[in-house]
């Protein structure tokens, strides 16, 4: 396990760009789920019962549109089935964390301290996304 994470600490430093992009895609995916777990608990519904659906119509959202910054991309900011404004913090949330997990590996690579960070990163993400979040009002 340990020549494993040498391997690829050094893969890291050979292919900067190719790590940060791969970090920035998962950190957006666990700004996705920080947005779904917390307006479920914001808003009082089950995390496990339902699935995601239109905050003004309640349709539910089919899975290609929850694909974190590119749903909101392809939709343009809209929902796909009454074409109402998406609120924008959910994409700021995915998008910020996403650059939270992507840069510092562009600029020290994979290391023991960057995977420390990613841990306090992902609280003060958690943290900041719970206090100012806030539901849409419909």
């Known amino acids: 396990m340990y020549q494993f994470f040498n391997d690829l600490r050094e893969m890291s ?3 900067p760009i190719s790590f940060s992009i791969y970090f920035f895609l998962m950190g957006s995916c666990i700004g996705s789920l920080l947005n779904f777990l917390i307006y479920r608990m914001k808003t009082s519904a089950g995390v496990l019962t339902l699935r995601s659906g239109c905050d003004y119509c309640h349709t539910p959202i089919p899975i290609w549109y929850n694909v974190p910054v ?3 991309l392809i939709l343009r900011g809209k929902t796909a089935c009454c074409s109402k404004r998406l609120d ?3 994409l700021y ?3 910020v964390n996403g650059m939270l997990y992507g840069v510092p ?3 020290w690579g994979l290391s023991n301290n ?3 960070y990613f841990c306090i990163s992902t609280i003060v993400s958690i943290l900041i996304s719970w206090v100012f ?3 849409q009002k419909k």
């Open 114 to 116: 960057v995977l420390l």
């Open 70 to 72: 590119a749903g909101y």
């Open 133 to 135: 979040f806030q539901p």
């Open 105 to 107: 590996v562009l600029i």
């Open 88 to 90: 924008k913090s959910h």
């Open 93 to 95: 949330l995915e998008v």
């Open 13 to 15: 430093f050979l292919y």
